[in-house]
T-cell receptor, first 111, second 115 residues
Framework: AQSVTQLGSHVSVSEGALVLLRCNYSSSVPPYLFWYVQYPNQGLQLLLKYTSAATLVKGINGFEAEFKKSETSFHLTKPSAHMSDAAEYFCAVTGQGNLIFGKGTKLSVKP | GAGVSQSPSNKVTEKGKDVELRCDPISGHTALYWYRQSLGQGLEFLIYFQGNSAPDKSGLPSDRFSAERTGGSVSTLTIQRTQQEDSAVYLC?????????????FGQGTRLTVV
């Protein structure tokens, strides 16, 4: 069985500051991991995914995430936040064909 | 079609009525997923299909909820005797094969309001 925990339902950063959104997973099989983003009043779109090819994964809009097996983590980072990054971010895990999401983290960016 | 299509986009129904929500996945995608999104609850997994079979129905909230998929394509989520707590956005996604790490693509959702 798989599960995902996202620490912090709401994160607020200043424009230009580091963005760090936390995701921890549980999986009984080697996982595939995803980060999705949902902008206000829009559907979900893929930011990046981990499929065991490389532990540091780069995605769209300057985001990246690092898979750490020892910590069962897949945290999302961006060096410098932009106002347009304000959205809700979801971490997800699969390993057996299912796809399980965390509860999401809403990112606010202050000018 | 080019993407996952869901219909209707909005549905208002009276408490106690049955509703059917439809999902047309991307052509060739064997896996199909249903989720419910409520404020503050994230994406609640409901059910997923591999082809026409449903290996995991564990997320269906009650026996009022059912889903089927025919021809390995279109899926219908049915909610019988709707209750106000069923009000939410119902999202559908499809994937070629998640078990090899291909991504899932989402539809725009059906917003269900039970009055």
């Amino acid at each position: 069985a798989q599960s995902v925990t996202q620490l912090g339902s709401h994160v607020s950063v200043s424009e230009g500051a580091l963005v760090l959104l936390r995701c921890n997973y549980s999986s009984s099989v080697p996982p595939y991991l995803f980060w999705y983003v949902q902008y206000p009043n829009q559907g979900l779109q893929l930011l990046l995914k981990y499929t065991s090819a490389a532990t540091l994964v780069k995605g769209i809009n300057g985001f990246e995430a690092e898979f750490k097996k020892s910590e069962t983590s897949f945290h999302l980072t961006k060096p410098s936040a932009h106002m347009s990054d304000a959205a809700e971010y979801f971490c997800a895990v699969t390993g057996q064909g299912n796809l399980i999401f965390g509860k999401g983290t809403k990112l606010s960016v202050k000018p | 079609g080019a993407g996952v299509s869901q219909s209707p986009s909005n549905k208002v129904t009276e408490k106690g009525k049955d509703v059917e929500l439809r999902c047309d996945p991307i052509s060739g995608h064997t896996a199909l997923y249903w989720y419910r999104q409520s404020l503050g609850q994230g994406l609640e997994f409901l059910i997923y299909f591999q082809g026409n079979s449903a290996p995991d129905k564990s997320g269906l909230p009650s026996d009022r909820f059912s889903a089927e998929r025919t021809g390995g394509s279109v899926s219908t989520l049915t909610i019988q005797r709707t209750q106000q707590e069923d009000s939410a956005v119902y999202l559908c996604a499809s994937s070629f094969r998640l078990d090899i790490g291909t991504e899932a693509f989402f539809g725009q959702g059906t917003r269900l309001t039970v009055v």
